[in-house]
T-cell receptor, first 111, second 112 residues
Framework: DVKVTQSSRYLVKRTGEKVFLECVQD?????MFWYRQDPGLGLRLIYF???????EKGDIPEGYSVSREKKERFSLILESASTNQTSMYLC??????????FGPGTRLTVL | GQSLEQPSEVTAVEGAIVQINCTYQ??????LSWYQQHDGGAPTFLSY????GLEETGRFSSFLSRSDSYGYLLLQELQMKDSASYFC?????????????FGKGTKLSVKP
């Protein structure tokens, strides 16, 4: 079974802190994605990556950056956390059949 | 702009049939997917339609009409465990580099 893991299920940070969210997939997928999910807004794409070292902006990249140094790992970075970045963050990877496999999510609270 | 429209909430009773509609307006179209998400859980893949017609997987079926930019998810013999949010999503590019555009989700409540 495909497994996508995220480093934390719950995270509490303070405004201005630098935050790292890690995601690892074990199925050698090339494409990886970071979304945030907020009530009433659905899933919004922050960044995605087609390959190592490659990244593309999604719909809401402001305030975020990403890193893909290894194929299996895709990191989301909040350079200076703000309260409006309190959200559920979901990582996903895609197989050749265009199925997205999601991690369990990280619920981030910024105080 | 790109948008997917689906109802925000649907309620049905156990054993019934429910249809969740999705209309889309996107710059490209390479298939319509459906995902299920239970409260507190991650979305899980249900189905994918690249061509017009009906795809059936057990109690769930998904339909696509590309000429109408429309699809639906049909859930039959509803069970309490089907209570969840359902998202439609469009793949906007072909090849290996397309990403998904998600609708805002439909919250399905199944009553006894």
């Amino acid at each position: 079974d495909v497994k996508v893991t995220q480093s934390s299920r719950y995270l509490v940070k303070r405004t201005g802190e630098k935050v790292f969210l890690e995601c690892v997939q074990d199925m050698d997928h090339e494409n990886m994605f970071w979304y945030r999910q907020d009530p009433g807004l659905g899933l919004r794409l922050i960044y995605f990556s087609y390959d190592v070292k490659m990244k593309e902006k999604g719909d809401i990249p402001e305030g975020y950056s990403v890193s893909r140094e290894k194929k299996e790992r895709f990191s989301l970075i909040l350079e200076s956390a703000s309260t409006n970045q309190t959200s559920m963050y979901l990582c996903a990877s895609t197989n050749l059949n265009n199925e997205q496999f999601f991690g369990p999510g990280t619920r981030l609270t910024v105080l | 702009g790109q948008s997917l429209e689906q109802p925000s909430e649907v309620t049905a009773v156990e054993g019934a049939i429910v249809q969740i509609n999705c209309t889309y307006q996107t710059s490209g179209f390479y298939g319509l997917s459906w995902y299920q998400q239970h409260d507190g859980g991650a979305p899980t893949f249900l189905s994918y339609n690249a061509l017009d017609g009906l795809e059936e997987t057990g109690r769930f079926s998904s339909f696509l009409s590309r000429s109408d930019s429309y699809g639906y998810l049909l859930l039959q013999e509803l069970q309490m465990k089907d209570s969840a949010s359902y998202f439609c999503a469009v793949r906007d590019h072909g090849g290996s580099q397309g990403n998904l555009i998600f609708g805002k989700g439909t919250k399905l409540s199944v009553k006894p």
